[in-house]
């Protein structure tokens, strides 16, 4: 309670404003606590501009900042993208230096989630101003069945490398790129598939979802993904016309993404924003 018995406005208020106005981390070891879609990060590393493997984009959006695990993640995909051929990867949004809710996502909140584009980059460095104008490269027909002509094989082993880090959890993309991906992968260990999770949109990147650290007490891991490569029916479904008399996926917890208020969200991440 607030000064006179007044309720604490400070923590009714909506996270999110809250949690991109820190333009820094938080002192302190690397923790991510709570959930990827409801939880902040303290501690957080940023990922440099540029390395061996990788450059970073749309750096105005101080959206750079994980753990030190996806830092590392990131660095040995981008020494994988060398190995396939691949000048490295361009590196979208982690999270904020403190984590918690940020716009255009419903996670990225605790430094365990990273966008990485399905754009092959130049031979070349770009430079700060070109990082902000490039965009990357749509895979997927209009029709949102099959991929196009734009994805390769280097695409295909580029998805394998990330998927087949014990790290990952789970990769997002689009239903297409699932597809392609179940029909041109051979037979064999194709358990890597499993964590290949359809989502809608996701056409033009990866986003990639690490598990919780050993150690990281405060950190709530998603469910696995259930068994199998999901290649059947599972995928399938995303193909077929939705039913018009289904009711409506019901979803629990607090509210998502902007609409999350500071009291929604785990007591540890008040202190960060307070």
């Given amino acids: ?30 923790i991510p606590i709570g959930a990827h879609a409801n939880g902040c990060l303290a ?56 984590g918690g809710p940020v716009s255009g996502h419903s996670s990225h909140q605790i430094g365990l989630d990273a966008d990485v584009w399905l754009r092959r980059p130049a031979r070349r460095p770009l430079s700060l101003a070109e990082r902000e104008q490039l965009g990357s490269t749509n895979v997927v027909a209009g029709n949102g069945r099959r991929v196009t002509a734009a994805w390769t094989a280097e695409h ?6 990330a998927a087949s880090d014990s790290a990952v959890a ?27 999770r359809s989502w809608s949109g996701h056409n033009s990147h990866m986003h990639i979802r690490l598990s919780c650290p050993a150690g990281a007490t405060a950190c709530v891991d998603q469910s696995p993904p259930p068994p199998g490569d999901g290649c059947g029916a599972e995928l399938m479904s995303w193909f077929e016309p939705p039913d018009p ?3 409506p996926p019901r979803r629990t917890g607090p509210p998502r993404g902007r609409n999350i208020a500071l009291a929604d969200m785990p007591s540890r991440c008040v202190a960060l924003v307070r």
């Fill in 1 to 30: 309670m607030g000064a006179l018995g007044a309720p604490d406005t400070a923590v009714a208020q909506q996270a999110r404003p809250l949690f991109s106005a820190e333009r820094a981390p938080s002192a302190g070891p690397p």
């Fill in 245 to 247: 008399n289904a009711a």
């Fill in 156 to 161: 295909h082993a580029l998805v394998k490398a």
């Fill in 43 to 98: 501690g957080g590393i940023a990922l440099a501009e540029s390395g061996p493997g990788w450059q970073a984009v749309r750096l105005s959006r101080n959206r750079n900042w994980g753990h030190p695990a996806t830092i590392a993640f990131l660095e040995r995909l981008g020494a994988s993208a060398l190995g396939i051929g691949w000048p490295g990867i361009l590196i979208g949004d982690i999270s904020q230096p403190r």
């Fill in 170 to 196: 789970r990769i997002f993309v689009n239903p297409a790129i699932k597809l392609a991906l179940c029909e041109r992968e051979p037979a064999g260990d194709r358990a890597w598939l499993r964590k290949i």
